[in-house]
């Protein structure tokens, strides 16, 4: 069992810069492949980074894709994901995710799931 727990989410104008952490439960987490997923008002929970369990292989969406970085430490069983030129679009609920790895842009390749830290981000 993994419990997730994110935080640094917040209010910050656009083009500025967010760093988001997911905490870690339990002493399998690195061996875990983990993920963000956001979803914003009205709209379904989308794919935005994910990184495998060694850290070596990264995955980004299109829409994130350079301007956010995800990491992981796993001394510290902790993933981030660092946000930056951010936009009004990128205004949403963001969870972090864990799973065995293979299906790194489908919320189905996550067993476990956080409760999510808010991010907006205004005009």
């Known amino acids: 069992q993994v419990e997730l727990v994110e935080s640094g989410g917040g209010l910050v104008q656009a083009g500025g810069s967010l760093r988001l952490s997911c905490a870690a439960s339990?002493?399998?987490?690195?061996?875990?492949?983990m993920g963000w997923f956001r979803r914003a008002p009205g709209k379904e929970r989308e794919f935005v980074a994910a990184?495998?369990?060694?850290?070596?292989?990264?995955y980004y969406a299109d829409s994130v894709k350079g301007r956010f970085t995800i990491s992981r430490d796993n001394a510290k069983n902790t993933v981030y994901l660092q946000m930056n030129s951010l936009k009004p679009e990128d205004t949403a609920v963001y969870y972090c995710?864990?799973?065995?790895?293979?299906?790194?842009?489908?919320?189905?390749?996550?067993?476990?799931w956080g409760q999510g830290t808010q991010v907006t981000v205004s005009s």
């Open positions: 995710a864990g799973g065995p790895g293979g299906m790194y842009y489908n919320t189905g390749g996550y067993d476990y």
């Open positions: 339990g002493r399998t987490f690195s061996r875990y492949a």
């Open positions: 990184i495998s369990w060694s850290g070596a292989r990264t």
